[in-house]
């Protein structure tokens, strides 16, 4: 009888404990356990997609807890999610260029805003707007980034399109990063082959805030990687006059097939016989 007893208490504190463990997880994994208390500024960010975020959700730096959402709406004649951030004021030296990020704690975790430093030298104030964003990703596109593709910052902010044109763009497609030094700034809006023509017509929304891109920059389809995902990538040239709305990038570098990859290779692994033939039939005329 009493090994039945114990037997029977031991069980039931197995329970209790369980579930005691249970609920100390579930405070620690939600925004309950992160509750601030204290004075705090205001900052505005939206986003085209927060995911599962929720009111109370941390608001992290570097993985420090800095606030918290104070509230989400929907944007009054947007399709974005309007999300205030409650930072605490001891954190007041955020600059204005930084980017905020919809984040998940782990694989299966609670959704929670986090903060990249930028470099400007100002900082936002209460009530001020974070303009780069980034929202909640979903599983298409974290696979994507796995594989190389990267991702841009919403440009919540506004964009300019401009246009180029690519005898190959190999698998890019609509969505794809406009980068610019490795930096993202924009994003492929189309990808269109014009009947009658060779090449293909490629459309790149850019971010407002890099509105200084000289007109005479090239554009190169580049790829993430040995089997990455496929991006636009901008060399900025020298001219005085920028980029507009509706202006076409006239130097571009298309897409490189592996064939031809595996040809420079060879041609590069050649004996120095053929260096010096393609070296003097690169020759300018009257060079001799």
Same mark, same amino acid.
């Given at each position: ?11 039931g ?15 620690q994994t ?52 309007? +999300?205030?951030? =409650? !930072? *605490?004021? $001891? @954190?007041a030296? %955020?600059?204005?260029? /930084?980017?905020?990020?919809? &984040?998940? #704690? ?8 986090g ?85 293909a017509? +490629?459309?790149? =929304? !850019? *971010?407002? $805030? @890099?509105?200084? %891109?000289?007109?005479? /920059?090239?554009?190169?389809? &580049?790829? #993430? ?17 920028m ?23 060879l ?22």
């Amino acid at each position: 009888m009493s090994q039945r007893k114990s037997y029977a208490v031991g069980t039931g504190l197995f329970i209790v404990l369980g579930f005691a463990a249970l609920g100390y997880l579930a405070t620690q994994t939600s925004s309950v356990a992160n509750r601030h208390h204290g004075a705090t500024y205001t900052v505005d960010a939206k986003f085209e997609n927060i995911g599962q975020l929720k009111e109370r959700a941390p608001v992290k730096i570097a993985g420090v807890r800095v606030g918290e959402v104070a509230s989400i709406a929907l944007a009054k004649g947007a399709p974005v999610a309007d +999300v205030k951030l =409650a !930072i *605490d004021k $001891r @954190y007041a030296d %955020i600059p204005v260029d /930084s980017v905020a990020t919809v &984040f998940t #704690s782990g694989l299966l975790g609670d959704q929670y805003v986090g903060i990249e430093y930028g470099h400007a030298r100002q900082y936002i104030a209460d009530g001020g707007k974070l303009g780069l964003t980034r929202s909640s990703q979903p599983l298409e596109e974290m696979l994507g980034k796995f594989f190389g593709a990267g991702g841009g910052a919403d440009a919540i902010g506004g964009s300019y399109d401009v246009t180029a044109r690519f005898s190959n763009v190999g698998t890019l497609s609509a969505g794809s990063p406009v980068k610019m030094a490795g930096v993202a700034i924009g994003r492929v809006l189309s990808v269109q082959a014009e009947p009658g023509k060779l090449d293909a017509l +490629v459309t790149l =929304a !850019i *971010d407002n $805030r @890099y509105n200084q %891109i000289p007109d005479d /920059s090239s554009a190169a389809v &580049f790829t #993430s990687g040995l089997i990455g995902s496929q991006y636009v990538a901008i060399q900025p040239g020298g001219s005085p006059d920028m980029l507009k709305n509706g202006d076409e990038m006239i130097l571009t570098q298309s897409a490189m097939q592996l064939e031809d990859l595996i040809g420079k290779f060879l041609v590069n692994g050649s004996g120095s016989g053929d260096k010096k033939d393609s070296g003097s039939s690169a020759t300018p005329a009257g060079k001799h």
